[in-house]
T-cell receptor, first 109, second 113 residues
Framework: DAKTTQPPSMDCAEGRAANLPCNHSTISGNEYVYWYRQIHSQGPQYIIHGLKNNETNEMASLIITEDRKSSTLILPHATLRDTAVYYCIVENSGYALNFGKGTSLLVTP | DTEVTQTPKHLVMGMTNKKSLKCEQHMGHRAMYWYKQKAKKPPELMFVYSYEKLSINESVPSRFSPECPNSSLLNLHLHALQPEDSALYLC????????????FGPGTRLTVT
């Protein structure tokens, strides 16, 4: 069973914020939420991760709801280069990244 | 240097051939991974090496044989593959205690004829 549910595709206008949702209603207390993205013809790229608190780095922000059943990845000012498949991953195994189907984000001019 | 390199970029091989995929990193990471990715599908974990020892084999057929000769190199030896093994093969590395932050190479696009 998939641990996460993401919309299959989303569009975003260049320069606007891209808000990518992820549902993980069965998350357990010690599982982290990780986000990766895969630009076409490249390997996946780590973006950000979090447990309970909201997190921000130079690439994105991660907002996790108080009940931890869902999260949102925010790209504050999307560019054409942000067009990619975005994967939300919930894991605590310590080694495995079980990629789900992800969200294909298209940033348009 | 945060780069993981993979060679070759593309490989076409027959079902009776023996070939190898190579992966290299110089970040001092002691965990390395092989993933397989079919078209329009997410990557699937195949093998995990930790401190140069195989720690995870996700029930991969024996026609795929991994090898980690040292802490910077990871090989995947291929023999008697099937056409359905055609895929993008991705290598990744991480600190063993930070497996959530994996650095991926660009992959080798394998076609089995």
């Amino acid at each position: 069973d998939a641990k996460t549910t993401q919309p299959p595709s989303m569009d975003c206008a260049e320069g606007r914020a891209a808000n990518l949702p992820c549902n993980h209603s069965t998350i357990s207390g010690n599982e982290y939420v990780y986000w990766y993205r895969q630009i076409h013809s490249q390997g996946p790229q780590y973006i950000i991760h979090g447990l309970k608190n909201n997190e921000t780095n130079e690439m994105a922000s991660l907002i996790i709801t108080e009940d931890r059943k869902s999260s949102t990845l925010i790209l504050p000012h999307a560019t054409l280069r942000d067009t990619a498949v975005y994967y939300c991953i919930v894991e605590n195994s310590g080694y495995a990244l079980n990629f789900g189907k992800g969200t294909s984000l298209l940033v348009t001019p | 240097d945060t780069e993981v390199t993979q060679t070759p970029k593309h490989l076409v091989m027959g079902m009776t051939n023996k070939k190898s995929l190579k992966c290299e990193q110089h970040m001092g990471h002691r965990a390395m991974y092989w993933y397989k990715q079919k078209a329009k599908k997410p990557p699937e974990l195949m093998f995990v090496y930790s401190y140069e020892k195989l720690s995870i084999n996700e029930s991969v057929p024996s026609r795929f044989s991994p090898e980690c000769p040292n802490s910077s190199l990871l090989n995947l030896h291929l023999h008697a593959l099937q056409p359905e093994d055609s895929a993008l093969y991705l290598c990744a590395s991480s600190r063993p205690t930070s497996a959530y932050e994996q650095y991926f190479g660009p992959g080798t696009r394998l076609t089995v004829t």
